[in-house]
């Protein structure tokens, strides 16, 4: 959710700062947000890309009265950005594209949970959602949080949202990024996810780009329609989805498109969502995106 972006556990936000830089700013919660009532329904990748993102525009340039608006996107809400651009979504000057785009290069872990297409059996057992809400009281969720103890990772905590966090992503941050009030805050920014949208996204980390629900290069067919500015941000040390996706998408694009229009940009000692939550990202972060999109504001 885009609590996640807004949160007041630091001392400025990204939306601050890039208010504060004097940007008109509006924040995306597509419907895969745990604040909406959609995430708890089903639906693809294909339907954030090809229904949420251009409503979404278009309300923002009807209100505005901009021609065209840019757009900071991280993570899936990134990947599917670029999707959208190449289902021919109109409408956005330039961006700033986080994480995960075009190549889902992922560690070793996710890698094998994908392959073991995880999301089939949880569909083929009749579960809709996943959730990372951790209720000590039921014992099933004690059980699953025992297992998830046995989770190997660096970022361990005495947190049964972290590990569930863990279980069903991966690495999302680095701890040491987070203050203490951001971390006792997290399980306010996850929640609910659900299965069809993970079985997408374990085709794309499996075929190892974009992919339609289908398998189908619905989007890597049509990289000629991202033909705009855009930088791609990556922490150097991001474990869920590797800096090199961001790379081979940056060459890929390049070799398509004028090579110039394209910028990437990665950050030491920062991982996933620590980029956005961590307590000194408005200093070591939020300035390189503020710059990019003031060249193109």
């Known amino acids: ?8 556990t630091v001392d400025t936000n990204l939306p601050e700062a890039l208010f504060a830089s004097g940007y008109d700013v509006w924040l995306f919660d597509y419907r895969a947000s745990p604040d909406l009532k959609s995430a708890r329904t089903q639906f693809t990748l294909d339907d954030i890309t090809k229904r949420d993102y251009p409503a979404a525009v278009a309300k923002v340039r009807e209100v505005s009265g901009a021609p065209s608006v840019q757009v900071m996107a991280h993570c899936v809400g990134s990947m599917t950005f670029l999707m959208a651009m190449a289902a021919g979504l109109q409408g956005v000057r330039s961006a700033v594209s986080s994480a995960l785009t075009l190549y889902s290069d992922s560690p070793l872990a996710n890698r094998i949970r994908a392959g073991m297409d995880l999301g089939k059996l949880l569909t083929n057992a009749k579960i809709e959602t996943l959730t990372t809400d951790f209720d000590r009281q039921k014992a099933e969720d004690v059980i699953i949080d025992n297992i998830l103890k046995t989770f190997p990772s660096k970022e361990q905590c005495h947190s049964a ?6 279980g069903i992503y991966g690495d999302v941050y680095k701890h040491d990024q987070l203050n203490e009030a951001t971390h006792n805050a997290i399980h306010e920014m996850f929640g609910v996810a659900n299965v069809r949208t993970f079985n997408h996204l374990g085709l794309v980390v499996r075929t190892g780009h974009v992919v339609d629900a289908d398998g189908g290069d619905t989007y890597m067919n049509h990289l000629d329609r ?11 040390v991001d474990n869920l989805f590797l800096p090199s996706g961001s790379m081979k998408t940056l060459q890929k694009l390049a070799s398509v498109n ?7 940009v990665e950050f030491k000692n920062y991982a996933h969502m620590d980029c956005y939550m961590g307590r000194d990202a408005a200093q070591d972060f939020f300035p390189t995106i503020v710059g ?6």
């Open 258 to 264: 004028d090579v110039k229009l394209y910028q990437r």
């Open 161 to 166: 949202v972290c590990r569930r966090i863990l």
């Open 292 to 297: 990019e999109l003031d060249r193109f504001n």
């Open 226 to 236: 991202l033909a705009i500015p855009i930088t791609f941000v990556h922490g150097a």
């Open 1 to 8: 959710p885009t609590l996640a972006y807004s949160i007041d």
